[in-house]
């Protein structure tokens, strides 16, 4: 069973910076997908961004050239740099880890290991 569990959410203003990290834990995992979904108030969840094997990546329009997905292969540690953060960015952040389709990496559909969530608030 893969356990994740995230770290480094917090409350920011408009335009700061905040970097979510997601430890993964458990046998080794060895699915090709780690990443990032989100869902705000009154939404439904959304692909953020994902990560692959390969090291390609895949971004939701709304966070290209903000947001930055890594991995540490080292320590099988996850993270996002979110940056220019928007009041629209709030949200419960979810890491998300599994074998994935590359054309469907920001589907939530498939992925079956959810982390419980970090909170992620940027106020205006």
């Known amino acids: 069973q893969v356990q994740l569990v995230e770290s480094g959410g917090g409350s920011v203003q408009a335009g700061e910076s905040l970097r979510l990290s997601c430890a993964a834990s458990?046998?080794?995992?060895?699915?090709?997908?780690m990443g990032w979904f989100r869902r705000a108030p009154g939404k439904q969840r959304e692909g953020v961004a994902v990560?692959?094997?390969?090291?390609?990546?895949s971004y939701a329009d709304s966070v290209k050239g903000r947001f930055t997905i890594s991995k540490d292969n080292v320590v099988n540690i996850l993270y996002l740099q979110m940056n220019s953060l928007k009041p629209e960015d709030t949200a419960m952040y979810y890491c998300?880890?599994?074998?994935?389709?590359?054309?469907?990496?920001?589907?939530?559909?498939?992925?079956?290991?959810w982390g419980q969530g970090t909170q992620v608030t940027v106020s205006s």
């Open positions: 998300v880890a599994d074998n994935c389709r590359p054309k469907f990496r920001l589907l939530a559909d498939e992925y079956n290991y």
């Open positions: 458990g046998y080794t995992y060895s699915g090709n997908c």
């Open positions: 990560i692959d094997s390969d090291g390609s990546t």
